[in-house]
């Protein structure tokens, strides 16, 4: 039977008691008590059980599965005198190595069978003759096995009268749920955790900024912000990037949502591909709707442009309108970005007015002067925010031979807050289009176009429809560190005038010069440190070039980056060699996790903490690595989402078999979405509820393969990981060299030596999980990393420290360009 419920396996019992005891054989033993006792009774089916298999000892009478997973080993003994559990011993549990083991004939028995589970892998075993049964933990982790525990039942009537402890302990159900952990090992959970940043009193102490920020911070604002400002048009005109990750629409696309090739040709997208004479089919379709609203009568028309979060729409946006446009003195457009709007549906319509609006009072104050005396003759001196007169506005400007353009920017920002907020912008903006007789360009991210089209909304628009893929990381932002460079070869007037600014740099140019120099020569993808550097800040941003810039700007300014040592060791190094100095890896890890914090948090970070434990659902570090893995294995899996999603009902349902709580799946999922590291087919960060698939990201594939192995990482998270060893923490916490206020050289050795331990106790973590968890070894949810992050780890301090050891030997023969920045700031390490 396959599904026994209590009351019925007690009647089949019953049924077996009634048999006559004989002094049978083994083989008659097995087949008129054992096997009925587990399929009648404890529900179990063939399927679940092998006999005699072999291994290097024997043969096992019988091996147990549950879901695939071999969950105990039973050796049978014949009825009879083939071992006895002694008269005087009524006691339910026994420690194996005591009582229990005075008789000879048991000792041996739960030997022999704690040999077969060895050698197999099973983690419990079963003694019985088939009237007695013993059940014990073959092996624990950290202590000899025989100091466990085992669970006496001595007869068939004993289990009667006791029968819901023996239900519980062995049913197919209860093994399945975990009873043998509960009944048998008797673990105690949750273990006690400790946060080492949680016994600091200093713990969220902040840091201040680097001495040269104060001058870097203008050039930051200027030349690594979103360029659609007015005051940067010199920047957006020097720095913006045509060279985009050209490729074609469908595989764009698909990168999100992998469709099939047809997908694109089947609803008209066109990749944007930028030439330095213009914007290519998206220019030349402008202009076509141009020409139809001058040469016919103007009904409007409306265009599409997607990409991804982050990947350059608005700065294409800015830049077209600005410096591409044949005519741009007879081009009137409006900018409309629905990151500043409210997230109330009803508010959309009032919102665009609204912007339209401001737009004319400030940015065509001067420009549109006859305009103006032609609305004030209609008696419109002032405008209102209503369609009434935002017809007349807008038939004025078409009669005055204008061209008139309505942008409504990251129109699908607040689409998951309510459910038909992007379908009725992108109602309004049809209408817009057909009642103000104008050009109307609607941006949207690629997954809330796909949304679009699977709900049929875009059915009724088969618009022009466009897809503007990201520039490379490095082309971006080695083009705008050039472009800093080339305005610190000016004079302050110069540079005032330019980035509309009081900077006064003075003797700082220099330095200055010098530290983008540093920048510009570190940030080579061709050169083995830089490619590190890209890769890292690439990934961790999601490949979201507004906040790459961001996480970039963070470390021209943090006070974790030490400008005083790179500035020393740069001019050390070009005296040495003629090669300037080369950030490496961990500098830029350091300062983009840490931010403007002295300790690592990571409620305070855009750096994950992939060893975080959640104690309410798992005392395991390695939750989140399992889960990248398991769904990084699966990356080529398809379905009617796209490559690489996993059915989450499936991964919990292999937790559950495995006895890993399914709270601990859902909660580790709901935090590496936030972080980027998985997303769901619903797209949405905050989405776990409703999601049904889940996939891993680029970014979480990263995290998987490098960063979860890379000395600076580890040396951070350890902060903020917590521990189950009270005096590991004590140990880790008097090698906190970040809270000095002064610089000895062991701190670096401190540093590699709390890395070591911390790496150390993780991998006595993961010997412990699976000592006690055999049945991890058979599954792709449970795989053993610390073996390679520990070897991976080892390497990288064994390869910063000989380059430790020969920059020190040289290096205090030059001297410092940095030493007037570093005179007030706190000294660091140079290579941690």
Same mark, same amino acid.
């Given at each position: 039977m396959s599904e026994n419920k209590a009351d019925t396996a007690f009647y089949n019992l019953e049924g077996l008691i009634k048999k006559t005891p004989e002094d049978l054989t083994e083989s008659d033993t097995r087949a008129k008590y054992i096997d009925p006792l587990f399929t009648d009774v404890l529900g179990y089916v063939e399927e679940d059980i092998r006999r005699e298999t072999h291994v290097h000892e024997g043969y096992i009478d019988y091996v147990f599965s549950v879901d695939g997973i071999r969950r105990f080993v039973l050796e049978a003994k014949r009825i009879g005198e083939s071992f006895r559990v002694p008269e005087s011993l009524m006691s339910r549990y026994y420690r194996i190595d005591g009582s229990i083991s005075s008789d000879k004939r048991i000792k041996e028995a739960i030997e022999q069978a704690q040999q077969y589970c060895i050698d197999s892998g099973v983690r419990y075993g079963v003694i019985t003759n088939g009237n007695q049964y013993i059940v014990f933990e073959a092996f624990k982790s950290g202590k000899t096995w025989r100091t466990g525990h085992c669970v006496v039942f001595r007869s068939l009537a004993d289990i009667k009268e006791n029968f819901s402890l023996f239900w519980n302990t062995l049913s197919k159900d209860s093994v399945k749920s975990g009873s043998l952990r509960r009944y048998v090992s008797q673990e105690a959970l949750p273990m006690e955790f400790?946060?080492?940043?949680?016994?600091?009193?200093?713990?969220?102490?902040?840091i201040a900024r680097n001495d040269l920020s104060p001058f870097v911070q203008p050039f930051v604002d200027h030349a690594f912000s979103t360029m659609t400002d007015e005051s940067q048009l010199n920047v957006l005109e020097r720095c913006y990037v045509r060279e985009k990750q050209y490729e074609d629409a469908s595989i764009q696309i698909g990168h999100h949502f992998d469709r099939p090739p047809d997908f694109a040709k089947k609803y008209g997208v066109e990749t944007v591909i930028e030439t330095p004479a213009g914007a290519g089919r998206f220019e030349e379709i402008y202009q076509k709707c141009e020409e139809f609203l001058r040469t016919r009568a103007p009904t409007g028309s409306l265009i599409l442009l997607m990409g991804g979060i982050g990947a350059g729409k608005t700065t294409f946006i800015h830049h077209f309108f600005k410096f591409v446009i044949k005519d741009k003195s007879r081009t009137v457009w409006f900018y409309v970005d629905f990151l500043k709007a409210t997230p109330e549906p009803s508010d959309i319509e009032r919102y665009v007015y609204q912007s339209i609006v401001n737009q004319f009072?400030?940015?065509?104050?001067?420009?549109?002067?006859?305009?103006?005396?032609?609305?004030?003759r209609v008696g419109l001196t002032a405008i209102r925010p209503e369609e009434k007169d935002m017809k007349i506005l807008f038939s004025l400007l078409t009669l005055s031979n204008y061209t008139t353009s309505i942008v409504l920017d990251n129109v699908d920002q607040y689409s998951y807050v309510s459910p038909r907020y992007q379908e009725e912008t992108l109602l309004i903006a049809r209408n817009l289009t057909e009642a103000l007789r104008t050009i109307t360009i609607v941006t949207l991210r690629e997954e809330s176009y796909f949304k679009s089209v699977m709900s049929g909304v875009l059915?009724?628009?088969?618009?022009?429809?466009f897809h503007v893929g990201a520039p490379y990381?490095?082309? @971006?932002?080695?083009?705008?560190?050039?472009? +800093?460079? *080339? $305005?610190?070869?000016? =004079?302050? /007037?110069?540079?005032?005038?330019?980035?509309?600014?009081?900077?006064v740099l003075g003797d700082r140019r220099n330095v200055l010069l010098q530290f983008f120099e540093i920048i510009k020569d570190s940030l080579r993808y061709e050169r083995r440190v830089g490619k590190e550097i890209?890769?890292?800040?690439?990934?961790?941003?999601?490949?979201?070039?507004?906040?790459?810039?961001?996480?970039?700007?963070?470390?021209?300014?943090?006070?974790?980056?030490?400008?005083?040592?790179?500035?020393?060791?740069?001019?050390?190094?070009?005296?040495?060699?003629?090669i300037g100095y080369q950030i490496p890896l961990h500098h830029f890890v350091r300062s983009i996790a840490l931010s403007h914090?002295? @300790?690592?948090?990571?409620?305070?970070?855009? +750096?994950? *903490? $992939?060893?975080?434990? =959640?104690? /309410?659902?798992?005392?395991?570090?390695?939750?989140?690595?399992?889960?990248?893995?398991?769904?990084?294995?699966?990356r080529a899996y398809y379905n009617q989402y796209g490559r690489g999603y996993v059915e989450i009902d499936s991964i919990i349902q292999e937790a559950e078999r495995l006895l890993i709580n399914r709270n601990a799946?859902?909660?580790?999922?709901?935090?590496?979405?936030?972080?980027?590291?998985?997303?769901?087919?619903?797209?949405?960060?905050e989405g776990y509820q409703s999601a049904t698939y889940v996939r891993v990201t680029a970014t979480g594939t990263y995290y998987l393969m490098e960063l979860a192995h890379t000395f600076a990482y580890l040396d951070l998270v350890w902060m903020d990981t917590p521990i189950c060893n009270k005096d590991l923490v004590k140990k880790l916490l008097t090698e906190v060299v970040e809270l000095r206020g002064y610089k000895v050289g062991s701190d670096i050795f401190s540093k590699y030596d709390r890395t070591k331990r911390f790496v150390r106790y993780l991998g006595e973590m993961e010997t412990r999980e699976f000592a006690n968890n055999p049945e991890f070894r058979d599954s792709d949810l449970t795989k053993e990393f610390m073996p390679d992050i520990t070897r991976l780890c080892k390497e990288e301090m064994q390869y910063i420290e000989s380059k430790r050891q020969r920059s020190d030997s040289s290096l205090s023969a030059v001297g410092s360009a940095g030493d007037q920045l570093k005179s007030n700031a706190e000294p660091k390490d140079r290579l941690s």
């Open positions: 400790v946060v080492p940043r949680q016994e600091l009193h200093a713990a969220n102490t902040r009072e400030e940015r065509y104050r001067g420009t549109l002067a006859e305009l103006r005396e032609e609305l004030a059915d009724s628009f088969r618009v022009p429809t990381f490095e082309t @971006l932002v080695r083009r705008r560190v050039e472009y +800093v460079l *080339n $305005l610190l070869m000016k =004079n302050d /007037e110069e540079i005032q005038k330019v980035m509309r600014t009081n900077v890209l890769r890292f800040i690439n990934a961790v941003s999601g490949a979201n070039m507004r906040l790459a810039l961001d996480f970039f700007s963070t470390f021209l300014v943090s006070g974790n980056t030490d400008v005083g040592d790179m500035l020393s060791t740069d001019e050390w190094s070009r005296k040495k060699s003629g914090s002295r @300790l690592y948090s990571e409620a305070a970070s855009m +750096v994950m *903490n $992939l060893y975080a434990v =959640n104690p /309410e659902w798992t005392n395991s570090h390695f939750i989140h690595l399992r889960l990248l893995n398991y769904l990084h294995i699966r799946i859902a909660d580790s999922l709901k935090k590496m979405a936030r972080f980027g590291l998985v997303e769901f087919e619903n797209q949405s960060k």
